[in-house]
């Protein structure tokens, strides 16, 4: 053995099965598994930090010692075994198989038999007495080594496999005898020959380097890199790939042989029953492959009743070691069970709730560790929409319901097309027969993916699970046909851009678009979030707007509002002419009017909003956005007034011409031409035209060069009080009724904008001022705030004396980050955060995730500062980032009393929070 003290290979006995970084998921649950005592084949790992010097190297060769060590640790192999790796008498063969820290389905292709060579085959047949069995691994063998290590494509293997078949007149691999197989496999090995001008390796060790090269530099292949970039997996998260050999079983010897996929509880619903798929005389990946459609698990409690009670067993075994609901492959090799792999479940996000709540009910698992181990985002699944069950359209084909959910969109027959419509911002359903690792780009584009073979566990289910994306698997009655781009379903035809619907809940697909409705709360998402209440200190608060929207919210389980938008209020389409009037306004008298008809508008909102929420906080900010917000653009105006013009040169002219026929006709008098339009008609005209000019001209007027920064806000309050003083008195009026109907309403208002305390100073006047009268008009004492948003820069730098005033702050952490970054949102994720985040210059999005170094210092800032001058000051968040769970997190450890978000989100944020609470000690989560 070399001298080197590097350690690269552990065999399973000694590997850590908790160093999932060092041995990647699967090698590391292959240790963990045999340490446990379950009974899994012989093997060793080849460590991730062998890949990462190997992918370093620019000559690519492996790091010094792993082959010695790997010779060593396969004849700790051949000594367990009795089998010789090479040996013509007794071959062992060994699976070779990719794995990181991270599970990334269908990625890495694994190699199987491999050390099979024209020698160590005459002896496995021998060994058998099975020649169609030893064929079988050997062109399978060759295949996939010649695809996975060198290069082949598929296609030049199918073409020679498809003649065989043809001639042989079978349809089935299955049914294929060994002379074919043989046949097969011959013209396998001068597919090699042809296409990388090499003969096929021969020597088992020279195999096997090939093999571990191979999985290494699939690190590095395009597949894999995409799919890191998609789901952002990071080099901290997962940093190259092991490589475990194991020594292979074999599920292809005869019919008391099988190979399967279970998951302990069903992955569609959570419920705990046995799941999973499994084929007889089968080897490897032809479960999930769906080249044959294989068996529910049930089927083998009757088919092979001993070895069915082993895999409940195992499956148990499974479940209470890891407390996690897990994701298993195993093989019977003539009656013997082996567990190949685990790993922890994919779910949905119903299947999640259930199983956790399920599970700590059972006493598997602590109420904690029920709301770890859900990750908060997979929640809004759950209020994704599904099929209106009200609809009466029949289902054209049936399928597995692979996915849960519903879509619609229009069928397309290959991925590449799929992101190109899909890209175009077109609804798409994948349609394949069966889909592979190289479909995933259109697995992206689409809305749901339909195939008409392979079952619950085909790569297309796993896949559409993992992305939460609706799927229908192994419909077979449709007919694909990529080529003609259309599928048949008897006499009816899909072509290329038919809309159609599947429900991956049911399996049906539908041909057209079919309504769906939103989902309700099932009992166990809310027996879950009751549990994320109790453990959290943060409180869930939505941004809503309308009463409707507010109702929405407190069905999510939104404990108040943090943010109603009070010119969405003005934007109705019968208010909107109020609103302009008064910007229009030349005096304060106009002004004035304009206000009066819009304050019992205000009130009644605020009463309704108020209402709604009743007994929780609702916190309203003043109007915000620029004025000319509210009124058309220039460019707008200018049309608009030409096409008057035009009208009224047009009216002019006609009434012109009815004139002058009168005069060339006296005769026809009374009865004669209508005047067309009468004097009132002309001077409305003209009344318009004059309204559209004083509006250009007022929007000229209001030109900003930059109107984020420009008047809005607290600046309109300051310089239009009678605007603020109209908002403030509808909010307190609003108050005041809802408190003689018996109605417990508690607003806060909110000034947004804020830089100084004396701004803050001349609004609160006027709400003082206000309030005196409202209260002695209503003869009721009043129960409110008043606080200021957080979303300049220098008011969290004056964050101590603006306390001195404001009740409670809301950072506005939209415009916050804006202002810390001098980014403006729109042109930074237009033109360069990309790039930022792709070359590492910024980790994520500000805008998505709340960046903690910054934006995070100032309200760090602003919090200790604030409580400096009003200990019990409020603090919560009011931008996008209150529903982003690890913004959440950092809210609760910078001491915030709320985070509100959109309705919808609160779920997730529920969670967040409480995940923040329980995790408060544990570093690592902004790692
Ligand atoms: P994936 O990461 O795609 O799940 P695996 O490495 O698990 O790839 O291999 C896929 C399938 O190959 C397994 O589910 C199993 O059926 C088969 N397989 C892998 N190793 C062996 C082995 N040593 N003996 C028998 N079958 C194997
Ligand atoms: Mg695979
Ligand atoms: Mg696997």
Known sequence: MASNDKKYVYAFEEGDGKDKKLLGGKGANLCEMTQIGLNVPPGFVISTEACLTYLDDPKRQLPPGVMEHVRANVQALEQKTGKAFGGAD?????????????????????????????????????????????????????????????????????????????????????????????????????????????????????????????????????????????????????????????????????????????????????????????????????????????????????????????????????????????????????????????????????????SSVEMAHEGLIGREQALLRIQPEILEQLLHPRLDPQHKVSSIAQGLPASPGAASGKAVFDADRAELIGRAGQKVILVREETKPEDIHGFFASQGILTSRGGKTSHAAVVARGMGKPCVAGAEGIAVNVKARMAAIGECVINEGDTITIDGTSGNVYLGEIPTVDSEFSDNLKTLLGWA??????????????????????????????LCRTERMFNAVERLPVVVDMILADTLEERRGALDRLLPMQRSDFKGIFKAMSPFPVTVRLLDPPMHEFLPTEHQLMDELEHLRKLQVNMQGMSELVASMRLLRPESGQTGMPAPFDVFNAELAAEAIAKKEKMLAKVRNLFEVNPMLGHRGVRLGITFPEIYRMQIQGILEAAAECSRDGIEAHPEIMVPQVISPAELAIIKGLVDDVQTQVEKHYGVELQFKFGTMMETVRATLRAERIAGIAEFFSFGTNDLSQATFSFSREDAENKFLPQYIERGILRDNPFEALDHNGVGKLMAIAVGDGRQARPELKVGICGEHGGHPRSIHFCHRVGLNYVSCSGPRVPVARLAAAQAKLREEDPSVFD
């Open 90 to 354: 007794n071959p062992l063969l060994v699976s070779v198989r990719s794995g990181s820290a991270m599970s990334m389905p269908g990625m890495m292709d694994t190699i199987l038999n491999l050390g099979l060579n024209a020698d160590t085959l005459k002896g496995l047949i021998e060994r058998t007495g099975n020649e169609r069995f030893g064929y079988d691994a050997y062109r399978r063998f060759i295949q996939l080594f010649g695809k996975v290590a060198l290069g082949v494509a598929d296609e030049h293997f199918d073409e020679h496999f498809e003649a065989v078949k043809q001639r042989a007149g079978v349809k089935a691999d299955i049914g294929l005898s060994a002379d074919d197989l043989k046949e097969v496999s011959e013209s396998f090995l001068q597919v090699v020959q042809e296409q990388t001008g090499h003969p096929f390796p021969a020597d088992p060790y020279a195999q096997l380097e090939i093999a571990i090269k191979a999985v290494f530099n699939s690190w590095s292949g395009k597949r894999a890199v995409d799919y890191r970039r998609e789901f952002h997996i990071t080099p901290e998260m997962a940093n190259g790939t092991a490589v475990n050999v194991v020594t292979m079983v074999f599920g292809n010897m005869g019919n008391d042989c099988a190979t399967g996929v279970g998951f302990t509880r069903d992955p569609g619903t959570g419920e705990n029953v046995m799941f999973g798929e499994y084929l007889v005389n089968a080897q490897g990946e032809d479960v999930v492959a769906g080249i044959r459609t294989p068996k529910p698990v049930l089927a083998m409690k009757a088919e092979m009743p001993e070895l069915y009670s082993q895999l409940v067993e195992l499956r148990n075994k499974l479940e209470s070691h890891y407390q996690e609901v897990q994701d298993f492959e195993y093989t019977i090799e003539n009656g013997v069970l082996y567990c190949l792999q685990t790993r922890n479940g994919k779910m949905n996000a119903a299947a999640m709730v259930r």
């Open 533 to 562: 209440d109790e453990a959290a200190r943060l409180k869930v608060m939505a941004n809503a707007d309308t009463p409707d929207a507010a109702e929405k919210a407190r069905g999510f389980g939104a404990v108040g509002i943090g």
